[in-house]
T-cell receptor, first 113, second 113 residues
């Protein structure tokens, strides 16, 4: 069964600190893996998208990594800001599903001042 | 670029009434749009895939007669929740696809009293 599992479920950090969110997936083969940020009451916004052959992708303070051998991805946030408080969702696009996406449950990040 | 809008952003209705939600791709044409539902503290669940000019494809367990989808143009898809009940209360999110990437709308909060 195609699954995407994220950890931790939730996380609280102090403003300015770094953090790393984890994503383990069983989807294989897949076309790409994406990380989205979803603010409360809003739709998801894309942060990074990686094909199966890419190892890392950065977008400002966000850096995503992908290890296809261990089927793990991580999202590293540096110098966190209060506005980073949101849910971060790992999403995998199975090659067999065409356009459909498999969503992780998300990690809820709260940045405190 | 790649902006997707939804209208309304929130709606409250009485049980038994029907509610229509619009999803528009503002600056691009999307042959495929997706409708998702998200319950509190859960991830997005795909309800149906909508292709312009053809019937929508519904996911297992989603009643097509209850959730009517119309994809009349390359920039507009609508979801009508018919005879809404309190259990239909949820956050409905659409996405529009271009170049193998989905861009999400801001979501519509539906509350059925």
């Amino acid at each position: 069964k195609n699954q995407v599992e994220q950890s931790p479920q939730s996380l609280i950090i102090l403003e300015g600190k770094n953090c790393t969110l984890q994503c383990n997936y069983t989807v294989s083969p897949f076309s790409n893996l994406r990380w989205y940020k979803q603010d409360t009451g809003r739709g998801p916004v894309s942060l990074t998208i990686m094909t199966f052959s890419e190892n890392t992708k950065s977008n400002g303070r966000y850096t995503a990594t992908l290890d296809a051998d261990t089927k793990q991805s991580s999202l590293h946030i540096t110098a966190s800001q209060l506005s980073d408080s949101a849910s971060y969702i790992c999403v995998v696009s199975p090659r067999e599903y065409g356009n459909k996406l498999v969503f992780g449950a998300g990690t809820i990040l709260r940045v405190k001042s | 670029g790649a902006v997707v809008s939804q209208h309304p952003s929130w709606v409250i209705c009485k049980s038994g009434t029907s509610v229509k939600i619009e999803c528009r791709s503002l600056d691009f044409q999307a042959t495929t749009m997706f409708w998702y539902r998200q319950f509190p503290k859960q991830s997005l669940m795909l309800m149906a895939t909508s292709n312009e000019g053809s019937k929508a494809t519904y996911e297992q367990g989603v009643e097509k007669d209850k959730f009517l989808i119309n994809h009349a143009s390359l920039t507009l898809s609508t979801l009508t929740v018919t005879s809404a009940h309190p259990e239909d209360s949820s956050f409905y999110i659409c996405s529009a696809q271009i170049y193998n990437e989905q861009f999400f709308g801001p979501g519509t909060r539906l509350t059925v009293l």
